[in-house]
């Protein structure tokens, strides 16, 4: 019985199938990559709003709730606001929180704040602001700095965030706002100078901010609206 002969394939028509082979995997590998994104979209979101709602509370004493933050979510258009560009936020209207008494006073604020010039990628925070202008606590809420250098940011890592607390426009003077490096007040971390250094310059503005705005922020106007 003689063998049955493979039929000779040119280079060019194996060049041929070997690429469609290869696009056909590359669609069912993009198709599959889509797929996992769109099922873990919602989570990842859910999981962001979960740690941003920790560390809102972090920040406040431990007799406060999440629904005491949520009652003063309040939606303010940039229009009515000074210098909300010293923030970086990314759209015209941002959602702050105004912290309120029984009596429904405000007695703090706390406003979203990005520093852009981290060492890896822009850094997005919150400071608490009291009433009377010192700071209540800073979180960082999203970061992609170094582990083990930039990421002492954390609490869970170091307790080097904590030196803003209770500090002010006028604790220390306004030029002393800046690392050590630079001639400032605020120690940087061992080893990172980039990533405190663009903590600093952004709670510094949150701070200014929440000066040229002070009215707004605890009174609330007839040009802001309450978030639902």
């Known amino acids: 019985m003689s063998k049955t002969e493979q039929p000779n394939v040119t280079l060019p028509e194996a060049i041929r199938r070997s690429a469609i082979g290869l696009a056909i995997f590359a669609f069912f590998t993009a198709g599959i990559i889509a797929v996992t994104q769109t099922l873990t979209r919602d989570t990842i979101t859910q999981n962001e709003a979960a740690f941003e709602a920790r560390q809102l509370l972090s920040i406040l004493p431990s007799d406060y709730t999440a629904d005491d933050i949520l ?16 923030l970086n936020l990314s759209s015209d209207t941002q959602h702050f929180y105004r912290v309120l008494t ?21 850094i ?4 608490g602001i009291k009433a009377n202008g010192q700071i209540l606590g800073v979180r960082v ?45 605020f120690d940087q971390l061992t080893g990172a100078t980039i990533t405190p250094r663009a903590i600093v310059g952004a709670v510094k503005n949150s701070l200014l901010f929440f000066e040229d705005n002070q009215d707004a922020l605890l009174n609330e106007p007839d040009s802001v609206e309450d978030g639902s």
């Open 71 to 86: 009652a003063g979510e309040t939606r303010f258009d940039a229009q009515a606001l000074v210098g909300l560009d010293r």
């Open 102 to 122: 029984a009596d429904g006073q405000t007695e703090a604020v706390i406003l979203p704040v990005v520093a852009p010039q981290g060492y890896t990628e822009a």
């Open 124 to 127: 997005r925070l919150i400071v």
């Open 141 to 185: 809420t999203r970061h992609k700095e170094t582990p083990g250098l930039g990421d002492q940011v954390e609490t869970s890592k170091s307790d080097w965030i904590y030196v803003f607390n209770d500090r002010s426009l006028m604790n220390p003077q306004p030029d002393d706002w800046a690392v050590v490096k630079d001639g400032g007040a």
